[in-house]
């Protein structure tokens, strides 16, 4: 099937293009991202392992492209039957299987970090079946497509390949809003469940709002990878390439967002008066204190607050 759109050594050159000015902004998050995590001492090894591989993968696939672009445009440009535009069609090619293995194991850490993100939440493994099951299909679909990049040679737009691919998109799209979804509910209900007894500021719903920021970030490249796929135009190209780096944006700005709320929890000043309260428990024995309030209501019920110091209570008692 031919392919439309822009010419694929023209999309080639866009992709890397932009590829590298978001992994550039990429390197600037991943920075930012050690910096929180390590802040106070108080380092987080399973993310910062994660904030590594994203990076290591995405290092590699950027290069892997440039090879490639360089091998499509210089070196074998007067060599390869049909030049640059079949060079770069052709899908057995080495530095095309390896670069698009690279992608299908970044989009298998990113899924499988919102997964385990969903099962720490709720605590229950019967929520992340389906999640894990999808995430199986995007590893099966994924690398048996690239199987059969190997085993073929022509456009990937045929549909003996372009099925397989289709489905990793599907599945991975699938994947990625059903586990940033129930993740998502589970902390809003948390935070409205605990809303009502809480006197300070909300610490939950930062978190939640960058969820879904990189949800919506990671599935807004995603549909138009997939739109462009099905329509057979080398859009795919440019999008994917520039999937990789915006994937790893994505999940550096959860990292960070989760960092920074930790570390504002255990470096938050205490006021003068907790201070003092905190002093007075700890050097001397302060004596209880009985309270005793009472309320009329109109419909002559009257409300008794009685308790200690620490532990007010509050009974309601209807009058004689």
């Known amino acids: 099937m031919a392919s439309t759109g822009m010419p694929v050594d023209a999309a080639v050159v866009t992709s890397l293009t932009l590829e ?25 090894r399973p993310s910062l392992v994660v904030a590594v ?80 099951m999808l995430w199986c299909g995007v590893a099966a679909t994924g690398f048996h497509a690239i199987y059969s990049c190997s085993q073929a040679s022509g456009s990937i737009y045929v549909p003996e390949l372009a099925q397989w691919v289709m489905a990793f998109l599907v599945l991975t799209i699938a994947t990625n809003l059903l586990s940033s979804g129930l993740l998502a509910y589970r902390i809003w209900m948390i935070e409205r469940s605990v809303f009502i007894v809480r006197t300070t500021k909300s610490t939950l719903m ?51 967002r989760i960092a920074i709320n930790r570390n504002r929890r255990f470096s938050t000043p205490r006021t003068a008066s907790e201070i003092e309260q905190g002093n007075s428990r700890q050097y001397h024995m302060s004596p209880l204190q009985f309270h005793v309030s009472q309320f009329t209501n109109s419909d002559r019920t009257s409300v008794y607050e009685t308790g200690t110091k620490d532990r007010p209570s509050i009974r309601t008692a209807d009058s004689e």
């Open 20 to 44: 590298g000015i978001l992994y550039g902004f990429s390197i600037f998050m991943f920075l930012g991202t050690i910096y929180a995590l390590t802040y106070n001492r108080r380092s987080d």
């Open 53 to 132: 591989l994203l990076l290591i993968l995405s290092t590699a696939h950027i290069v892997v492209n440039i090879i490639r672009a360089e091998d499509g445009l210089v070196k074998y440009r007067d060599t390869f039957l049909g030049g640059p535009v079949a060079f770069f069609e052709d899908v057995s090619q080495i530095t095309y299987l390896i670069k698009n293995a690279l992608y299908v194991m970044q989009t298998l850490v990113a899924d499988g970090v919102v997964i385990y993100r969903c099962y720490i939440v709720w605590q229950s493994t019967r929520v992340i079946i389906l999640p894990c």
């Open 206 to 256: 930062p978190i939640l709002r960058v969820l879904v920021d990189s949800a919506v970030l990671y599935s807004a490249v995603l549909f138009p990878a997939l739109i462009c796929f099905m329509l057979s135009n080398t859009g795919e190209v440019v999008v994917l390439n520039m999937a990789m780096p915006i994937m790893s944006i994505a999940f550096y700005m959860v990292l960070i």
